[in-house]
T-cell receptor, first 115, second 111 residues
Framework: GAGVSQTPSNKVTEKGKYVELRCDPI?????LYWYRQSLGQGPEFLIY????????DSGLPNDRFFAVRPEGSVSTLKIQRTERGDSAVYLC?????????????FGEGSRLTVL | LAKTTQPISMDSYEGQEVNITCSHN???????ITWYQQFPSQGPRFIIQ???TKVTNEVASLFIPADRKSSTLSLPRVSLSDTAVYYC????????????FGTGTLLAVQP
């Protein structure tokens, strides 16, 4: 596609449930980022991938959060045993290469609501 | 990682030039300075990036002094549609590409 695609755009779940959020980056982009944004806050870094490997996952808040990118393209953010505090917009971004440029292309985000 | 500091909010009127300054005292030698714009319910959008001196594109200019400890985003002749949150980021210099967003500056443009 022309841009970064994220699905679902909205997800409502109950506390304790498992959730998967998908990101389809721009074709050919080797770097992929996940951020989380709460209302009134800037995006909070979670993890980024270079190809298939997680280059930096230091932003993942705890072991309930996990992300994969098995073929170096689509990525899935997985959240186990969701908590109400996980409610936020989850943003995915990709960039052409993991070099000295900050030009990230963001998707529209997946809004997660945990009841 | 270099921390950035920006004003929380700014007000302006249509047709005025707006300058938003960001402080980044601990910027590393290889770090770039990048600005993003974010509208409600959308992901951030790249505006401009620079390393030193001045960079200009079709939407903005970025001024970076010699010591690189700050930068100023300049938006010429703003319109109502420029109302958004503007983020200054520092990084991408190779040591890590973990790009950190601050709280940003909410620019409100009034008629």
């Amino acid at each position: 596609g022309a841009g970064v695609s994220q699905t679902p755009s909205n997800k409502v779940t109950e506390k304790g449930k498992y959730v998967e959020l998908r990101c389809d980056p721009i074709s050919g982009h080797t770097a992929l980022y996940w951020y989380r944004q709460s209302l009134g806050q800037g995006p909070e870094f979670l993890i980024y991938f270079q190809g298939t490997g997680a280059a930096d996952d230091s932003g993942l808040p705890n072991d309930r959060f996990f992300a994969v990118r098995p073929e170096g393209s689509v990525s899935t953010l997985k959240i186990q045993r969701t908590e109400r505090g996980d409610s936020a917009v989850y943003l995915c971004a990709s960039s052409l290469q993991l070099v000295d440029t900050g030009e990230l292309f963001f998707g529209e985000g997946s809004r997660l609501t945990v009841l | 990682l270099a921390k950035t500091t920006q004003p929380i909010s700014m007000d302006s009127y249509e047709g005025q030039e707006v300058n938003i300054t960001c402080s980044h005292n601990n910027i590393a030698t290889n770090d770039y300075i990048t600005w993003y714009q974010q509208f409600p319910s959308q992901g951030p959008r790249f505006i401009i990036q620079g390393y030193k001196t001045k960079v200009t594109n079709e939407v903005a200019s970025l001024f970076i002094p010699a010591d690189r400890k700050s930068s100023t985003l300049s938006l010429p002749r703003v319109s109502l549609s420029d109302t958004a949150v503007y983020y200054c980021l520092v990084g991408g210099g190779g040591a890590t590409n973990k790009l950190i967003f601050g709280t940003g500056t909410l620019l409100a443009v009034q008629p």
